[in-house]
């Protein structure tokens, strides 16, 4: 959605790596804001993205639609999602990842690609979108590239563009506490426990409110019991009117 920051430009170089073409989209997508969400304000600096995208040296197009291109008038098609789109953020934005796969399915439509590359950072996405593409014989393989951080853990989000300074470092925190979660149930902390006593950190480090610490099946989503195998645990929380999400294997 533009905004661009190193996370991004990881997948164009991942990408230049697997294919001989590149196509980049940026699409600022209203349909996966709520009436209340940040749709407006979200940050649109296309000059400053061309720019750093022309810097990578692998991006062959830019695909900026405007909005009516995308969402011609009459427009009345939303794809609907189960599986890994339950729970977690649909709890919380129900609208959300019909917004996402609808535009998703409406790029590989136009674009064709052979492959598409999705951050690890929006977990519950990368796993909606690998489902879609599947579901409806859409052809895309679907690359995760993992997660790209400060240098004290925080992922790179447009979003923290909205931080102040004092935000900031409590932000920081959120990374530290995954890590912690993930350890104690790998150790033997019973999950819910382990997912209660994260959420509490994240408060008692800063944070205003938590929507969800997760312990999950990496690859459906489904809830844990125990982690004797595999696992990630998830998170979204809030520092005043901005909201952070991350993951990390267990």
């Known amino acids: 959605m533009g905004a661009l920051h190193e996370g991004h430009l990881a997948l164009v170089h991942q990408a230049a790596a697997n294919a001989e073409k590149v ?20 940050p649109r600096t296309m000059d400053s993205d061309r ?21 011609p008038q009459g427009f009345a098609t939303k794809v609907s999602l189960e599986g890994p789109a339950s729970g977690l953020e649909t709890d919380f934005r129900p609208h959300f990842f019909s917004g996402v796969a609808t535009v998703v399915t409406k790029l590989f439509v136009q674009c064709r690609p052979d492959i598409a590359l999705f951050g690890e950072k929006d977990y519950q996405q990368l796993l909606v979108v690998r489902r879609l593409s599947r579901d409806l014989d859409l052809g895309v393989e679907i690359v995760q590239v993992p997660t790209v951080r400060e240098a004290d853990g925080l992922a790179l989000s447009s979003r923290n563009a909205y931080l102040t300074p004092e935000q900031r470092k409590v932000a920081g925190h959120l990374n530290r506490v995954l890590l912690s979660v993930g350890e104690r149930a790998r150790s033997g902390t019973p999950v819910g426990q382990a997912e209660s006593e994260g959420a509490a ?8 409110r938590v929507d969800y610490v997760a312990i999950r099946d990496p690859e459906t ?11 990630r645990v998830l998170a979204a929380a809030r520092i005043g009117s901005i909201r952070l999400i991350d993951n990390r294997p267990v």
Do not use: M, W
């Open 201 to 208: 950190s994240l408060i008692v480090a800063g944070f205003d």
């Open 23 to 42: 196509v980049v989209s940026i699409f600022v997508n209203p349909a996966q804001f709520a009436p209340h969400e940040d749709f407006a304000r979200y």
């Open 51 to 71: 720019e750093k995208l022309e810097r990578t040296g692998a991006v062959h197009l830019i695909y900026a639609p405007d909005v009516r291109e995308i969402y």
């Open 221 to 231: 989503l489904v809830p844990l019991r125990t982690v004797d195998g595999p696992a």
